[in-house]
């Protein structure tokens, strides 16, 4: 037992380095008791150390901790794409004013990184007792985040929310656990999938309702409809950085749990066939995840066009983000697969740079309403035209990352043959067109309201973190090798075949 | 394959991105410098027009092109993706590949005269230069890049970018209801190409590349039955599903023609476009969508092109002559224009309908006489909107005298309209219609669009009527003729239309072997 803990410690070093620079920065906030960057350069550090460690494991396969986590090419593209995105987000809280101006000193430093550190285990546990405390850990630091303006009522009023929709969830989940523990005899995903393909499904409602109430606690994660009220009120409310966190971070970390969970608890002994599925007979998560994903992308889509404040939209089409992100499960093949994570990659940086230029606009603004940014372009160039870049990329225009992301999904469903529902797809990104091209016609198509044409001046940090995102979102649009490599590359799990 | 090369990089790229070169060159022009923007810009369009000059004195006539990729010239072909196969996913693989033959080059023509008129019709745009031009020669690259490209994803990003630059010159530098306009254009479009991505994805899975056995989006290898399997999703034996991704394609390229009922944005637009954009839209956006068809529709899915003959020609008729009563009620001089462009667009469709050499050489060459002759239009009616600020038809009168020159410009460019003979639109009407009663099965729809030939003459004659002739309201008597800048982006464009109305075989032997292969290829004779 002891000798298997210490062995498993080797292949656990990227969350170890995690704890540790979480712990330093305690320490280091604790020492300097005022807001500095060096806390926030540590923990960057930090991170990026960590990265390194999941660099260093590619191409590993392991089981560690006695079946609690595995090292696999999938949990160590989440890790890269967790680790990128925090590293991201630390930055964007040093330039935010909202983060800079709040009472706290350096607490969002570490906090996030302990979220980073669930996030990290949520990519690679395979154990669902695992999978819950590693979500709860991720859920608990957030609701902390959400709130951390706390002189702010908003604020706190969507910390509040997000805790009682967040444990109303997750209780669901671990009922359904419970429910599957029951039937099962394990909690081992690998183990559920054995049983399950023995015994006849056919008729039997549990699994139909446990996988249902379980979607409860991942889709609340990644905020599918209909487990996504708290999405809106909370995007709001949260600090921007953390905003950013939530919508890209934390709901990647979803993502990764709720594949891992679906695709290796409910298939068939064989897994995969020519790229395809092999789904247990009588377990219909593919309807599920279909219904999840259309429902998504529908109502997100179309609530986010009557939105006027550019925080509120950005939550409504993360929604609808997640649902195209769901499209790619539920064709239940290989190539599905690959394109969540092609497009996951691309809503990383897409998504970070959106957010990313609404802090810099209500640094200066004070306000992320639409029609504050009138005329913005023309006070503001280079940021606004960060911005159209970002708004173009999520609304799938060509020579974007945004568009190879919707380009394999799409391939991936017209190839099997689920042509309706790339129609559906389509369609609306015909209409996330529309609200997101309206951020652009405040900006540039409208005249400032004062008629002021004031440049409005940024550091030069700030656009070099813009540049960070925005050259990526560009260049992996017209060059998308390195994407599409990286996706086939890592859809490779432990335990399947 | 005739390969022509500048400085090691073939001309068809220098064509393209010869804009993009403008564009970093205008972005990073000094504040000081910036009256010279314009001229920077029109030097750029100018040196397309030069390369198509060098172009047209190298093509070669006599090569077909279409299906046949030896018939192809200033092919350029270099790998642009190329992602190894893994065992469930076959091997991805984009070409950047350029050429062009007898459809494509009239219109890589037009691009070129067009976008270098276009560039000096925008001197009167005086707010934000800078941010105009780099928009402009933008729009320029993704009009030119969807001409020459012949692979279908490239064609589909060049198709789709050109939207970005064109939503911002209608929305910033456009009329009042600008922003209306330009959600309504880029939401039609963006709508009309989901069909086409649909459609591109669908063929691509179901070609297989009958030298390399891979999935390929090159379009000549697409037109060869051999690629797709009979079996696969887009193949012979699903007779349905081919006549669903046709009919899916003419959506997403109608609505850019735009052919009746999707061709509500177009009024719109072009009003509130400023001239220069209107110009650029009339004479080359359009042709898009017509060439579009030639190129995809009607080329990968000739069994389609037969089947839907009837219907398209039908819609072509409603076109001509709902064009015409719409442009018959109006009262404003450039929505009479736009609508002018939905009947002309009609005859070109048409022509695309009958599937013969005779009427899809009327197609090609009216869909260039049209770019020509709208262009002078829109012209005309930003010279009397800089002058009077309104374009009101009834609020003229007499001007006859008063602009001689302006008169006289005209004069041409409607006539022309008309299709009087002597003029290169007569030309083209009249081969659309020879193709049109050639082929039986649409002949009673060519006939009565002919009605359009009259309906036309009623609001060209009227037109001219309301403007020119009648006493010369007070208030516009300190009316200035039009000016020598005016005269440099409209005379050119209507001795092109007088020459080719007197030796129209210039124009129509660069595309005429290249329509007989095709005509040949979509009847299935070789």
């Known amino acids: 037992m002891l000798e298997q803990i210490i062995n498993s410690l080797n292949g656990f070093l990227p969350e170890t380095a995690l704890i540790v620079s979480m712990l330093v920065t305690i320490i280091l906030d604790l020492i300097i008791r005022k807001k500095s960057v060096v806390v926030t350069a540590v923990g960057i550090a930090g991170l990026l150390v960590s990265m390194y460690f999941a660099y260093l494991q590619i191409g590993a396969k392991a089981i560690l901790f006695s079946g609690m986590v595995v090292v696999d090419p999938f949990s160590v593209f989440f890790k890269m794409i967790l680790g990128l995105s925090t590293i991201f987000v630390l930055l964007f809280t040093t330039v935010s004013k909202e983060i800079q101006d709040s009472t706290h000193k350096n607490e969002h430093v570490y906090l996030m990184i302990a979220m980073a550190l669930g996030a990290f285990l949520m990519a690679s546990s395979v154990n669902m007792l695992m999978m819950y405390l590693s979500l709860e850990t991720v859920s608990l630091t957030s609701y902390v985040l959400a709130g951390y303006t706390k002189r702010v009522k908003r604020s706190s009023e969507s910390a509040m929310k997000y805790i009682i929709y967040g444990a109303a969830s997750s209780g669901i989940m671990i009922y359904a656990m419970s429910l599957l523990y029951g039937f099962t005899g394990t909690m081992n995903i690998y183990e559920t999938s054995i049983f399950l393909s023995k015994v006849n499904l056919t008729g039997n409602p549990l699994i139909v309702i446990s996988i249902i109430m379980i979607l409860a606690g991942f889709g609340y994660k990644i905020s599918s409809v209909p487990f996504h009220f708290w999405t809106p009120d909370v995007y709001e409310g949260a600090p921007i950085p953390v905003t950013a966190f939530l919508a890209v971070t934390s709901s990647a970390a979803g993502f990764s749990v709720l594949i891992r969970f679906i695709t290796n608890s409910f298939l068939a002994g064989a897994l995969v066939q020519n790229g395809n599925f092999v789904v247990i007979p009588g377990v219909n998560w593919k309807e599920i995840i279909i219904v999840l994903s259309v429902a998504s992308m529908i109502l997100g889509n179309f609530v986010a066009v009557w939105q006027t404040s550019v925080k509120r939209m950005l939550a409504y089409s993360s929604i609808a983000q997640g649902g195209y992100i769901l499209l790619g499960l539920s064709v239940a093949n290989q190539q599905g697969l690959a394109a969540m994570l092609i497009y996951l990659m691309a809503y990383l940086f897409m998504n970070l740079g959106a957010f990313y230029v609404l802090i810099l606009i209500a640094n200066k603004l004070d306000t992320d309403e639409l029609i504050g940014m009138k005329g913005l372009g023309y006070k503001a160039p280079a940021v606004c035209v960060g911005m159209g870049i970002f708004m173009f990329a999520l609304s799938g225009v060509p020579t974007t990352a945004g568009f190879v992301g919707k380009f394999y999904l799409f391939t991936a469903l017209i190839e099997s043959k689920l042509v309706w529902l790339a129609v559906v797809g389509l369609m609306n990104s015909v209409v996330s067109l529309f609200f997101y091209i309206k951020v652009l016609k405040y900006m540039f198509l409208m005249k400032p309201e004062d008629g002021s044409t004031q440049k409005l001046q940024f550091g030069a940090g700030a656009y070099v973190i813009m540049l960070l995102l925005a050259v990526p979102t560009m260049f992996f649009g017209i060059y998308f090798t390195p994407l599409v490599r990286i996706a086939e590359y890592s859809i490779s799990m432990f335990g399947f075949r | ?526």
């Open chain 2, 1 to 526: 394959m005739i390969e022509f090369k500048l400085l090691g990089i073939g001309i068809l790229s220098w064509m393209t991105f010869l804009p993009v070169l403008g564009m970093i060159v205008l972005l990073f022009m000094p504040r000081s410098a910036e009256k010279y923007i314009k001229y920077v810009a029109v030097g750029f369009t100018a040196l397309l027009v030069v390369l198509a000059a060098v172009m047209l004195s190298v093509y070669d006539p006599s090569k077909a092109g279409v299906n046949t990729l030896s018939g192809f010239q200033f092919v350029e072909k270099l790998t642009w993706i190329d992602i190894p196969a893994y065992l469930w996913d076959g091997r991805i693989k984009i070409e950047y590949f350029l050429g062009v033959d007898g459809i494509s080059f009239p219109m890589v023509l037009l691009t070129a005269l067009i976008s270098f008129i276009g560039a000096i019709v925008s001197f009167s745009i005086k707010r934000n230069e800078k941010g105009y031009y780099v928009m402009y020669l933008f729009l320029v690259t993704g009009m030119m890049g969807a001409f020459v490209a012949l692979d279908f994803f490239l064609f589909f990003v060049f198709w789709e970018i050109m939207l970005l630059p064109m939503y911002f010159l209608i929305g910033i530098w456009g009329g009042e209801r600008r922003e209306y306009a330009a959600i309504k254009f880029f939401l039609y479009t963006f709508f009309g190409s989901a069909f086409i991505l649909l459609v591109m994805i669908g063929l691509y899975f179901s070609s297989k590349d009958p030298e390399t056995g891979l999935h390929t989006f090159n379009m000549i290898t697409l037109m060869d039955p051999r690629t797709i399997p009979a079996d696969s999703l887009l193949g012979a034996l699903n007779v349905t599903w081919r006549l669903i991704a046709f009919v899916s394609l003419f959506i997403g390229f109608a609505i850019k023609v735009p052919a009746f009922p999707f061709h509500t944005w177009l009024p719109d637009a072009h009003v509130e476009a400023p001239t220069a954009i209107s110009v650029i839209l009339a004479g080359v956006l359009l042709k898009m969508g017509t060439y579009g068809m030639l190129r995809i529709s009607w080329s990968i899915f000739p069994d389609g092109a037969r089947y839907f003959m009837v219907p398209i020609a039908i819609i072509a008729a409603i076109n001509v002559i709902y064009g015409a009563l719409c442009a018959m009620a109006q009262k404003d001089f450039k929505k009479l224009i736009a609508y002018s462009s939905i009947s002309h667009m009609g005859y070109v469709m048409l022509g695309m309908a009958s599937l013969t050499t005779i009427g899809i050489n009327g197609a090609i060459f009216q869909m260039f006489n049209h770019g020509t002759i709208t262009a002078v239009l829109f012209t005309s009616v930003g010279v009397i909107y800089d002058r009077a600020h309104t374009r009101g038809l009834n609020d003229f009168g007499g001007l006859a005298n008063k602009m001689p020159k302006y008169f006289a410009v005209l004069m041409v460019a409607f006539f022309a309209s008309i299709g009087l003979p002597g003029l290169s639109a007569f030309i083209s009407e009249t081969f659309v219609f020879l193709g049109g009663f050639k082929n039986e099965f649409i002949r009673t729809v060519a006939i009565i669009s002919t009605l359009g030939i009259i309906l036309n003459a009623a609001y060209i004659l009227w037109t001219i009527q309301r403007l020119f002739f009648g006493t010369l309201p007070e208030k516009w008597n300190e009316l200035t003729d039009i000016n020598p800048r005016e005269l440099i982006s409209t005379v050119p464009l209507l001795i092109i239309v007088i020459a080719l109305g007197i030796f129209p075989s210039y124009m129509l032997n660069l595309m005429t072997t290249s329509v007989n292969t095709l005509v040949n290829f979509i009847w299935g004779i070789n």
